[in-house]
C-alpha cells in the first residue's frame, strides 16, 4: 500500500475507591517517534503531577498516583505509516547464543507467562527439525495459529504460555505468550509487544477495537515482526511497548483498586492529515 | 565483627556432549569493586574466547561457546569486607510507587517464580495489618522462616513462589522466592540475590558450601538486606547478582545440554591477606 | 415453609459433528425417588438406545451414542418438597477418621479439582483454632463466601481449588471446590452435589436458570448440606448427583465434540401439583 | 518361566507424634487370594484393634489409630505365581465408550495427578493417528518410556501428569501417570496399579527393592497389565491395590503426622515353599 497516515488514540476510564498509584504505557514507542505528526501525550483528568520516564525495555511511561473519583486517560494522535506490511526475509538466519548482541540475551529467559524451562523437550519435539532461521518460527507461528482459538471469553489474567498450551483457546496475548516461549525454548530471542492495529487493508472487525499484541522474533541483525494470532503481514501497525511478556507491558498497571468502567481505542487512516480530534 | 578479610571462589566442571554456549555469573558484584584484593577474573578451561559485559540488572556476565569435553570455571579472589553484620533500620519506611525512584519499578512486577498476580490477597489477608516498612517485611521473613522447611531434596528448577508456599518445604531459594512474592504483592520493591555466605561468626554447617540466596527490599531511600532462609543478620555476604528471580541470576545458563561433575564453593575468612591460591 | 409441589426439569440441545458416546447425570438422586410424583425418565432425540445405571457413587446415570446431527435431551417431573430450609445442627461434632464409615473414607482423598494435598497447611493456619465440628465447616463456608466473587466469566472448565483461593473469582462450583478442599484438609469428609435450585423463599434472580452447585458434609452421623456460594439455609434443593468433584457428576460428558446449542433449566413452585408439560 | 512360589512382604516404622488414624492397603490384591500360600494380615505394632475393609475399588484396606510412639507395620506371606510374563494380545481392540462395563467408565475420568481434560489435545497429536487397541496403548507406553528419565530424586507427592510431561523426569509412579492420563484423554479406561515386583528373570537391581507401580488398561473384553516404567513384560507382578491414580492407592494414608523411619519390601523367588519367616 502507498504511505499512509494513521490516527490513533484511545480513552480509558476508570473509579477509584482510593488513592492509587498507577504506571501507564500509553504513548508510542520512541521507535517510531519521528514518524508522529501530532503531539503524543497522555491527558490525565484530573489533572495531576505526572512523570514520564523510559522503563528498563526502553518504552515511555507515565506515573502519577490518581486521586479518588474518576480517572480518564486519553490520547489521540497522527502517525506517518510507510504502508508497508511486516517485512518478511525467509533467509533471516538464527543467531547462535554466543554471537547475539548482549541487550538482547534478556529475551531467551523464563518469565511469568513464559515458561520456558517447561517446555524445552516440547519445543525440541515440534520443532526441533524444522529448518533453523525464519522457517521455524514460522512454523512456530502457524502451529499455534492453527491449534489455538481465538475468544474473548477465554481472557484471563494469569493464563501461561502452558496454560494456552493446554487449554487451546485465549486472546491475542496469549497466542503471543506460547508462540514467545516456543522460541526461547529453542534459544531464539521473542519480546512481546503491544501497539495499535487498525483494520487497514482487511475486513473491518466487527468486534470494537482494542489494543492488540504481537511479537518480535530477533534473526540474522535484527528483530522481525510476527504474529501468531493473525499468522499474515499486516500494514499499519504501532508499536507501543515491548517486554519479556505481557506484565512488562500492561497498558495500565495499578497498585491498589482501579475499577474499569470504559474503554475505547481507535486506529484509522485517514485520507487528510487532519487535526487529532476528541475520540 | 571487625573488618576481615575474606577468601572466596569455586571450581565447577562440567561435560559438554557438543558445543553449547554458556552465561556464567561468576564474579562478585561491580558494588563490591573497591572491596576486591585480588583479581576477579574467571578462568575458563580450555581456553576460550570469552566475553564479558554487564546485563540489564547491571550484573557482571561472562559469555563463551564451550567445545566438547570437560569444561572447568574456577574463580578465587580475597576481598575485603566490614565485619558489621546486615544492617538493621526498624524505622525504614516503606515508599509510595508514585515516588520510588524508577529504576526500582521493575521490582514490583510479576516474574518466572514470583507469580506476584496469584499473591495479591493471600499477601494483604497474612501481611495487610503488619505495621508498614520494616517491620512489615521482618513480619513476611518470620513467617516463611518459620513456615518452611529447609531440604536439599526440595529444590527443583521450575518451583515457583506458590509451591513453595502450599509445599512447605525448599531450599534458599524457595524461601527467598516466597519472601520476595509476598513483598511484591504489597507494592514493596523486593528482588532476588545470589552471592557467597560463609560460616562467619556461626557455628560451621556440616553441608559442603554452596552459593547463597538471599534478597533486598527497597525501603526509605536505598535497598536492604534480608534473608527468610537463616533469618539473622549475617557477616559476610558477598553479593554477586541480583535479578528478578533466580530465572536472571543463575550461576550458569546453558542453552544446550552441560552436565555438572564437580561442584565446590569456598568462602571463608584468612586471618593473613594470603596471595589466592588454587581451591 | 409448608409442604410443597417442584416442577423442574431442563431441555438442552448439542449439534453433534461425529458420532459420540455420551454419558449424562440428568436425573433426580435416587434418595429423592420416593418424592417423585411423576415420571423422572431423559427423553433423547433422535430416539435412541440407551442404557440406564447406577454408578459407583450411586448417581442415575444415562449412556448411549449420540449420532450426527442434533441431539436433544430433555426432563421434566414434579417432585414433592417439605418446604423445610436447609438443616442446621450446630452441635453435630467431627467423626475421627477411625470411626469413619468405611463408604465415607474416600471423600477424604485428594480428586482433580480439589488438591487436598497441597492445602494442608492452609487449612490449618485458616481453621485450626476454629471450633472442631459445624462451627468449623461453617467458618469455612463463611471465609470462602467473603473472599471468592461470583462472575460467570469467571468460569473455566479446569479451575480448580487452588486457582480459586489464588484468583479469588469463580462461580457455584468453584465456591465448592474450594470449600470442599478446605474440608477434607481437615479430615472432614466433603463431597461435591449437583442439582436444582429454584429461587423459592428468595428474590427472583434476574440471570436464566441454571443448575446449581453445593457440597455435603460427613458430620456425627449423617451427611449435611452446606453451600459456600449462597451461604443460608435454602427452601427446594433437588439433589441429582453426588461425587468427589465437578469432574465426577457432571451432567454431560462427552467422549468427542458436541457443540451445546440450547440450554435451559426449570425449577418452580407449583400450587396445583399439576400433569408435567413441556418445557 | 516355570510355576514360582514367591515370598513378599514388607516392613515399616514410623514414629508418631500425637495419635493418628491411618488408611493402609498393604495386603495382596482380592483377585489373587487363591494363589496365597501363607496368611496375608498386617501385623501391627503395638497391638491395636484395627478394621479390615474393601474400599470402592476393591481392594483391602486396614484402618486403625495409631498411638504417640512407635508404630511397626508387617506382612510376609507366601503367594503362587504362574511364571507367566504379562500377557500381550496385540489384536485386543479398543472398546468404545459406549459398549463399556459400566464399572470401567470411572477409569475414563480425571484424577488429582491425572489432569485429563489438559491432555486432550496433547493425546490426540501425539497418539491420534496410531493403530486403535493394543499398539495404541504400547504407543504411549514407548514414548513414556523414552521421554522420561528415571530418578529417585524427581520424587515428590504433588508431581501430576502435566508435570511428569513438562519436566521428563521422575519414579515409577510418574510414569504410570502420564500414561495413564494419555489413555484416558483418547477414551482408553486406565487404571493406576500398585503392587510387588520383585527382580524375578531380570537383572538385580542394585537400588534397595520398593513397592513398585504400573497401570492397567481396559481393552477388547478385560484388564491388561502396562509398564511404561520398565516397558517389557514381567514374570512376577503381585497386585496389591488399583485406583484412579496414585492418591487412591497410597500404601499408607496418616490422617495427620507420621514421620518415616524404617522401610524394606521384599519379593522374591523362593525354591522350597517354606514356611513365612521374619523379614
Chains 1, 2, 3, 4 share one sequence.
Not at 517517534?33 to 501525550?41: I, K, S, V
Not at 538482547?104 to 515458561?115: I, K
Not at 501461561?160 to 503471543?176: H, I, K, M, N, S
Request: proline share 6%; with cysteine; hydrophobic share 40%.
Amino acid at each position: 500500500m502507498e504511505p499512509m497516515m494513521l490516527r490513533l488514540g484511545h480513552e480509558i476510564q476508570f473509579e477509584i475507591p482510593a488513592p492509587v498509584a498507577i504506571v501507564a504505557l500509553l504513548n508510542v514507542h520512541p521507535s517510531r517517534a519521528a514518524d508522529l505528526r501530532a503531539p503524543d501525550e497522555v491527558q490525565v483528568e484530573p489533572a495531576l503531577s505526572i512523570k514520564t520516564f523510559l522503563d528498563s525495555f526502553g518504552n515511555r511511561c507515565t506515573r502519577f498516583l490518581a486521586p479518588k473519583g474518576t480517572l480518564r486517560l486519553r490520547n489521540e494522535t497522527l502517525i506517518h505509516d510507510s504502508g508497508q506490511a511486516d517485512p518478511v526475509a525467509i533467509d533471516a538466519r538464527e543467531v547462535p547464543v554466543q554471537e547475539l548482541p548482549i541487550d538482547v540475551l534478556r529475551y531467551l529467559y523464563n518469565s511469568r507467562y513464559c515458561e520456558v524451562d517447561r517446555f524445552s523437550m516440547i519445543a525440541v519435539e515440534l520443532f526441533g527439525s524444522a529448518k533453523p532461521g525464519w522457517s521455524r518460527v514460522q512454523a512456530i507461528c502457524d502451529w499455534v495459529h492453527t491449534h489455538v482459538t481465538f475468544g474473548y471469553q477465554y481472557a484471563r489474567p494469569t493464563k501461561t504460555a502452558l496454560d494456552v498450551y493446554t487449554e487451546r483457546f485465549g486472546v491475542c496475548r496469549d497466542f503471543q505468550h506460547l508462540a514467545v516461549t516456543l522460541c526461547r525454548a529453542l534459544n531464539i530471542p521473542a519480546r512481546y509487544v503491544t501497539g495499535y492495529l487498525g483494520d487497514i487493508g482487511v475486513p473491518v472487525s466487527p468486534s470494537p477495537m482494542d489494543f492488540s499484541a504481537w511479537f518480535e522474533v530477533y534473526l540474522e541483525d535484527r528483530w522481525w515482526t510476527f504474529d501468531a494470532r493473525y499468522n499474515e503481514p499486516r500494514v499499519g501497525r504501532v508499536l507501543m511497548a515491548t517486554g519479556r511478556d505481557a506484565s512488562d507491558v500492561a497498558l495500565t498497571t495499578s497498585f491498589g483498586m482501579a475499577n474499569l468502567t470504559h474503554f475505547t481505542v481507535i486506529c484509522e487512516q485517514v485520507t487528510t492529515p487532519a487535526v487529532a480530534t476528541a475520540i
